[in-house]
């Protein structure tokens, strides 16, 4: 199966669970640029640490450093066929990077995907990951931060999605099972 496509939604909507079961159905590497800044943090590269000293509150990683991973990953043979981008792109500059380094690899995207959730559900749910994973730098303050910069940098890009036709947007609330099988009905349209 053919399937190159943006997974969009605020933090702590579903994506990353949600990436990985769709990449899974549909046969594609899902390509999460929040793993491979986790993996850079715990493995305390250069790289790690400079990430560390954003996402500690609630800032995106510069674009130059997000851009050049996802071109590497992109050139990768196994995602000729196709792929799923979680977490990126995450601002318009990105949109027209992300559309860069497709025409270089002559390829198209098929489809954006917006995960949609209510602000206050997300916030409970962050908080409650946050308790579980230990994760310390997931306090209220800084997840309200987050769900800030995601209304003002990256839902802007659902719009340009929308635009040019490639926009399809699924509840995120439910249950995990639920929410994959309309993902997975609304992708059925966009996706060979």
Do not use: C, W
Not at 104 to 111: A, C, I, Y
Not at 113 to 134: C, H, K, N, P, Q
Request: hydrophobic share 45%; glycine share 10%.
């Amino acid at each position: 199966m053919s399937a190159r496509l943006v997974l969009l939604g605020p933090p702590g909507a579903g994506k990353g669970t949600q990436a990985s079961r769709l990449a899974e159905r549909l046969g594609v590497p899902a390509i999460s640029t929040g793993d491979i800044f986790r993996a850079n943090i715990t493995g305390g590269t250069e790289l790690g640490r400079k990430v560390q000293e954003y996402t500690a509150v609630g800032a995106l990683v510069p674009d130059e450093v997000t851009n050049a991973m996802v071109r590497d990953r992109l050139a990768q043979p196994d995602a000729a066929e196709g792929f799923l981008l979680d977490g990126y792109p995450r601002n318009v500059a990105q949109v027209a990077e992300l559309d860069a380094i497709l025409a270089e690899l002559g390829r198209d995207l098929d489809v954006a995907v917006e995960i949609t959730a209510d602000a206050e559900v997300v916030v409970e749910r962050m908080l409650g990951r946050a308790e579980i994973e230990g994760r310390v730098d997931d306090t209220e303050p800084v997840i309200r931060h987050r769900l800030e910069v995601y209304a003002l940098q990256t839902a802007p890009i659902a719009d340009v999605y929308a635009e040019r036709g490639l926009l399809v947007r699924v509840d995120g609330l439910g249950a995990v099972d639920e929410v994959t099988e309309r993902l997975l009905s609304a992708l059925e349209p966009h996706v060979a």
